[in-house]
């Protein structure tokens, strides 16, 4: 049995009321992958805004496995020192990792995520050896539309992740960079410039569904 864990930020969570791109996911592995599977993950809440604390289980439709790893606020910095416990306990064979917008927003530079990530890496490993990760690039956010400054470290981070996955790549390991997804648009996608909206989670999911079959055959093409 395959365990799928997704990795995230506040983009991942997903807040009360919402589906989120986890539950377009598991609706395409279902509808797709052709062996048994499990969603994974020592977290399940999504984040109240109304409370500021993650404790809801106010899903659009909560009649689907939520398990997780995604926190609002949190990103590499605070993903990595907990992913190699969270692999082992749910013993994870494939993370899809959604990280970077609020570490280059709040907490490190492009440099400084791409060392945590690289280190993200080598803990998931050190809990299964033969774990597969999916990256998605940092999608910029409405941010990158006035500050020139971090659209300038997204980009920059985004070629310094495309540069990890190349140079750790391990056939018994393997990594995968999503392509960033097709046709984003924050006004479109977005609910608020950042956060997906019922389009923006269908967008991410494809992302990384379509570069797992595309690389791995896992599945099929993404159809909402």
Do not use: C
């Amino acid at each position: 049995m395959l365990r799928f864990m997704t990795v995230g930020d506040s983009q991942t969570i997903g807040s009360a009321g919402e589906h989120t791109w986890r539950y377009r996911m598991w609706q395409h592995l279902r509808a797709t992958y052709g062996g048994p599977f499990r969603i994974v993950g020592p977290r399940e809440t999504l984040f109240d805004k109304a409370t500021d604390s993650a404790d809801s289980y106010e899903y659009a439709d909560p009649d689907f496995p939520r398990s997780h790893l995604a926190g609002w606020g949190e990103g590499w910095l605070h993903m990595t020192p907990l992913i190699a416990e969270a692999v082992r306990t749910e013993r994870a064979d494939v993370l899809l990792v959604s990280l970077g917008l609020i570490d280059l927003g709040f907490y490190t530079d492009a440099d400084g995520t791409a060392t945590n990530a690289r280190s993200f890496i080598t803990e998931a490993r050190s809990a299964n050896p033969r774990v597969a990760m999916v990256f998605l690039p940092v999608v910029p956010n409405v941010r990158a539309d006035t500050d020139a400054a971090f659209a300038t470290e997204v980009a920059r981070f985004n070629e310094l992740l495309a540069k990890a996955v190349a140079d750790l790549d391990e056939p018994s390991s393997p990594l995968l960079l999503a392509s960033a997804p097709e046709s984003y648009d924050l006004s479109r996608d977005t609910d608020d410039g950042t956060h997906p909206n019922a389009s923006g989670e269908h967008k991410i999911a494809a992302a990384f569904a379509e570069a797992m079959y595309q690389a791995w055959d896992l599945g099929e093409p993404y159809a909402e």
